[in-house]
């Protein structure tokens, strides 16, 4: 059984930073990209950030500059460090990762989420 969980969501008054975690549990063999999506209410699900297992990182326009996506592959953990946050960022922010196991004798790779964490930013 493999897990993400999110932490690290709450609520900030905008101009004020987070620190969101992503840490994977489980039969894991090897994480291989990791990425932040949000969903605000009424919209869909977008992309954030994404960092690669030998941290090469992408990131939407509208957090360039803001935000920074990083990863401890030891850890097997990612975090997002939000900075001048702005109310357009109150969303739910979930993980998601590729991630390679082992199960019984052979190899499988599949796309796993995380249960979603809370940021609220108020103006």
């Known amino acids: 059984q493999v897990q993400l969980v999110e932490s690290g969501g709450g609520l900030v008054q905008a101009g004020g930073s987070l620190r969101l975690s992503c840490a994977a549990s489980?039969?894991?063999?090897?994480?291989?990209?990791m990425a932040w999506y949000r969903q605000a209410p009424g919209k869909q699900r977008d992309l954030v950030a994404s960092?690669?297992?030998?941290?090469?990182?992408n990131y939407t326009d509208s957090v360039k500059g803001r935000f920074t996506i990083s990863r401890d592959n030891a850890k097997n953990t990612m975090y997002l460090q939000m900075n001048s946050l702005k109310p357009e960022d109150t969303a739910v922010y979930s993980c998601?990762?590729?991630?390679?196991?082992?199960?019984?004798?052979?190899?499988?790779?599949?796309?796993?989420w995380g249960q979603g964490t809370q940021v609220t930013v108020s103006s």
């Open positions: 960092i690669t297992r030998g941290s090469s990182t």
């Open positions: 998601n990762a590729g991630i390679t196991y082992q199960s019984r004798g052979y190899y499988f790779t599949r796309d796993y």
């Open positions: 489980g039969s894991i063999f090897r994480i291989n990209t």
